[in-house]
Structures are given as structure tokens and as C-alpha cells.
């Protein structure tokens, strides 16, 4: 269900009407729905109940504190990819035991405090990175919980810019390298293997690939057990898409019965770090028509949002629904480019949309609660936007937007010679 909807032409975010938004907060401004992070979450964890089970939330698609903080209620846990994520769940209440550390560039400084912190488990990317984790954990006179990140090698047809698990990827370790790999993890006595990973990508709008993934790593499992290296645990990352136009991805209950189905009679705790399919829905971005023109025959409505604030149509040509808040306005229809006013040519959220509205309405991009304020920026001197939780009635700002003085912190005009 949407938690989106039209009442009386004007588009509610729950019970709330986002033009009051709009007003009380101002645009650009994102707008999530709790009940629709609790409810995306609950798909997971519904789909998954009688099994062992973690999900862990991809903390990158939405790091917002009070995103994090609702969702650790519920009883996620968290995929992180930097110390400063790790940070940002501690804060929200969620924990330590229940994450897990991915990414191919992690520091010295970020696996001795996840080491620290007690993290559930290191998902390792490179024999270099399990080689440093082994020492660091030496140090700390402990042994350092790892599954490997297998790449699989498998085409999870998304957008190339998202495909992680082929074998040209900067991501895991080659499949065909795995045995060896875990091998010498076995022999470094400040390790101890606990599992194994992968993640193919995002935005995966089929089974096919999941599947294809799963049984290639099933099969790994099965020889690492001929050689005694036994995992209690199988993560396969996330990567489930959602219906931003007219995808049709397999629903969670779905896409986690084809796991399950295929996991029968083996003793291993499935972890899945969803991301996109948990906050992309719950979330939709505001903005407001500040010009309209028109150029060489083609219309523009230029908006307060830019690509520092979503760049996703920029980066993976993605496309969004854009419609306006109010529809009772009346304005003539027109088929305009939804453009910002960042000096790029790139900016744009969306192009070529039949839309009925006039300079100083308010428009909702749909599908914007992942990869939205977390990828945004403040590129062209751009304070980024507010960010508001909506609770059936109730309305909480839980990022202010960002100020004038904020731009310019902690920089510094030359005091000495030649200044
Ligand atoms: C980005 C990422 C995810 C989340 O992917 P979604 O497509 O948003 O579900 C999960 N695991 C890892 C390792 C990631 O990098």
C-alpha cells in the first residue's frame, strides 16, 4: 500500500496534506512515511519468520537518524559501508551485534573501531583487507568475525553503474579464488569465519539473478565444507528493486521464498541487506516552480530541487514520477523538462512530462526516500534540504535544512605570507 495518496486533489503524506508541508518547512524538503519504512521492513521480517534471520538495512539508501532510529525499533539491523555509519546506528539506538561491515576500501582506523564497537560480522572484499583485520585483531587480542564477499559473476541486468557482481567489478573476490581465499582465512588464528556474502547489485527488477547467485554460492559453501571451513551464516546483500515507473519487481515475500526454497534442510542464517526496497517508497521530495520557460520550443519548469539534491536522473538516468501536490489548480497542460538551477545541463529531474502547472506550485517527486538525501550535496553552494518524518498526524522535522554559515564551515581564508 501507498502511503501516498490524493485527498480532495491534494496529494497527503499519511494525514498530512504536503502543501502544509511545503508551507510550514519550506523546498526543497524530503518527506518520509514511518508507517511505510515499518511496513517495507515488516515485509522482510514477515517473509522471514521461522527462520534464523537478520536483515540489515543498508544504512546508505537513507542515513538519516530518525530513518535508522525507526527501523532499529522494529528490530533491524544494519549493512554499513564506513565508521561513520557505524556511528550514525549506534546513535539511533541500534546495534553493534547486529551489523555488519561492508566495502572494498576500508580503513585501519574504521575496522579497529568496528572491531571495537562489536560489530556482528566483517563482510572482507580482499585477501589485503583480511590480512589487515587478522593483525588489527591481533592487537586487540580477539579474533575478528568475517564472512568474504564473494563476486559470483553473475548479470544482474541493472544499470551498469550499479551492477556489483560481475567479474570486472572492483567488488568481492572471484568466485574461482574463493576456496583458496577462505583457506588461508582458516589459517590466520586472529580470524574466525563465520559466513559467506554477496551482493550482485541494485535495483534488480528479476529473480533470475538472485537465484543464479544463490546456487553459485551454495555450491561454494558445499566445497568449503569437504574442506572443513563450515559457515553458520549466508549473506546475499540486497539489491531487490522497486516500481519507480512501470518495473515489475518480484514482491519480498516472493523473491525471499525463492531463497528460502532453495536453502531446505541446511543449517544457515540468511541475512539480506535490503536498502532501496525498505526506504525508496517511503520517501518522496517537494520542491516548487520557480520559472516557467521556454527555449528553442521546448518548456521548462525550472525547480528549487537540483541535482545536488537528487542525482539520480543525472547519474543512472533514472526516472522518476514528478506530479504536482495540488491538482485542482487548472493550468493548461504542457509537456516540460523539470529542471534545476545547478549550471549543468544534467540537471534535470525529469524531461519530456506532460504536466498541468504554473509557476509557484509545489510538485512531489515520487520514489526519492533512497539514494536521495544521502547521495545529495552542496554543490553550487546549495544548503541541502530539510528532511521530515510524517507519523499519521504528526509532522517532525528530523534534519533542519542546512544554513548559509553551515556552507562555509571549518573553511578558511590564507592568513600567512602572500595573503
Ligand atoms: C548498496 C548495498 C546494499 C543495498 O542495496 P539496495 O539495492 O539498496 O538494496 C546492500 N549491500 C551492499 C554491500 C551494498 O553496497
Given at each position: ?62 542515513s ?22 557505524l ?41 589485503a583487507e583480511?590480512?589487515?583485520i ?7 587480542a ?28 572492483k ?12 583457506a ?27 537465484v ?66 525498505i ?136 592568513t600567512?605570507?602572500?595573503?
Amino acid at each position: 500500500m501507498s502511503y501516498f495518496s490524493y485527498r480532495q486533489g491534494r496529494l497527503h503524506a499519511e494525514q498530512v496534506d504536503l502543501i502544509q508541508v511545503a508551507e510550514e518547512f519550506g523546498t526543497p524538503a524530503y518527506v518520509y512515511s514511518r508507517a511505510a519504512l515499518i511496513d517495507n521492513y515488516q515485509a522482510y521480517a514477515q517473509a522471514l519468520a521461522g527462520t534464523d534471520h537478520l536483515v540489515c538495512y543498508a544504512v546508505k539508501a537513507n542515513s538519516n537518524l530518525a530513518v535508522l532510529g525507526v527501523l532499529a525499533t522494529a528490530g533491524a539491523g544494519f549493512d554499513i559501508v564506513s565508521i561513520g555509519e557505524l556511528k550514525r546506528v549506534l546513535a539511533a539506538g541500534g546495534s553493534a551485534d547486529k551489523t555488519v561491515f561492508s566495502g572494498v576500501g576500508k580503513q585501519a582506523y574504521e575496522i579497529e573501531q568496528a572491531l571495537e564497537a562489536g560489530i556482528h560480522c566483517f563482510n572482507v572484499e580482499s585477501e589485503a583487507e583480511l590480512r589487515l583485520i587478522n593483525q588489527i585483531a591481533e592487537r586487540h587480542a580477539t579474533r575478528a568475525p568475517i564472512s568474504l564477499r564473494i563476486n559470483p559473476d553473475v548479470d544482474p541486468k541493472s544499470h551498469p553503474y550499479i551492477s556489483t557482481g560481475l567479474k570486472e567489478n572492483k567488488f568481492g573476490i572471484d568466485i574461482g579464488e574463493a576456496e583458496r581465499v577462505y583457506a588461508e582465512a582458516a589459517a590466520l588464528p586472529f580470524i574466525e569465519i563465520i559466513g559467506v556474502d554477496c551482493h550482485i547489485g541494485s535495483q534488480l527488477t528479476s529473480l533470475s539473478p538472485f537465484v543464479d547467485a544463490l546456487e553459485r554460492v551454495l555450491k561454494l559453501i558445499d566445497r568449503l565444507a569437504a574442506r572443513d571451513i563450515v559457515v553458520r551464516h549466508l549473506d546475499l546483500g540486497g539489491g531487490l528493486g522497486v516500481t519507480y515507473r512501470d518495473e515489475t519487481p518480484p514482491p519480498v515475500k516472493q523473491y525471499v521464498g525463492a531463497l528460502l526454497e532453495r536453502l531446505a534442510g541446511r543449517d544457515l542464517t540468511l541475512i539480506l541487506e535490503p536498502g532501496r526496497s525498505i526506504a525508496a517508497n517511503a520517501g518522496v521530495l517537494l520542491t516548487r516552480v520557480a520559472y516557467i520557460k521556454e527555449n528553442g520550443g521546448r518548456k521548462f519548469a525550472i525547480v528549487d530541487a537540483a541535482m545536488n539534491d537528487m542525482i539520480r536522473p543525472a547519474l543512472y538516468d533514472a526516472w522518476l514520477d514528478i506530479q504536482p501536490v495540488d491538482t485542482g489548480g487548472r493550468h493548461p497542460e504542457g509537456v516540460y523538462d523539470v529542471v534545476g538551477p545547478v549550471c549543468e545541463t544534467g540537471d534535470f529531474l525529469g524531461t519530456q512530462r506532460s504536466l498541468a502547472i504554473a509557476a509557484g506550485d509545489i510538485l512531489c517527486v515520487h520514489g526519492a526516500g533512497a539514494y536521495g538525501f544521502s547521495m545529495s550535496s552542496n554543490y553550487n553552494s546549495r544548503p541541502r534540504a530539510a528532511e521530515i518524518m510524517v507519523d499519521g498526524e504528526h509532522l517532525h522535522l528530523v534534519r533542519a535544512r542546512e544554513s548559509l554559515e553551515d556552507l562555509m564551515r571549518g573553511e578558511q581564508l590564507l592568513t600567512e605570507p602572500g595573503t
